[in-house]
């Protein structure tokens, strides 16, 4: 068996790298604050986080998903990575996402530390 070693891959046709049809890395991802002024703190894939309501964000992607298919993935805390709290997608659209924090009541809060991750295929 041979061994390829690199540090960077790119797609030749542009978007996300494939090996055998299956996208090597998420679509796009976002790590944001969500308690006071909603900040991203870093992200690929995603031009802004908008703040609905207490625990109800929009993740507006940077490029178009080609169907509302994809996967969303995430977690949530609010002050600790030990005080994790429910992260749920909802309302998938090509351009964005809606997520909501919410305690194991189902009681929405805004929770300190967010992560998503979008598996899928682009536009």
């Not at 490029?63 to 298919?69: G, K, V």
Request: aromatic share 6%; with cysteine.
């Amino acid at each position: 068996m041979s061994l390829i070693k690199v540090n960077d891959i790119t797609n030749a046709s542009g978007g996300i790298p494939t090996v055998k049809s299956q996208q090597l890395i998420p679509t796009a991802w976002v790590n944001f604050n969500g308690t006071g002024t909603v900040a991203i703190r870093d992200s690929e894939g995603v031009s802004s986080i908008v703040d609905i309501i207490t625990g109800n964000y929009i993740v507006n992607f940077t490029s178009t998903m080609s169907n509302t298919d994809y996967c969303t993935v995430g977690t949530a805390s609010r002050n600790l990575p030990s005080e994790l709290m429910n992260l749920s997608p909802y309302a998938y659209t090509t351009t964005s996402v809606k997520v909501v924090t919410q305690y194991q009541n189902n009681t929405n809060i805004n929770c300190l530390i967010n992560n998503v991750a979008i598996l899928g295929g682009q536009s």
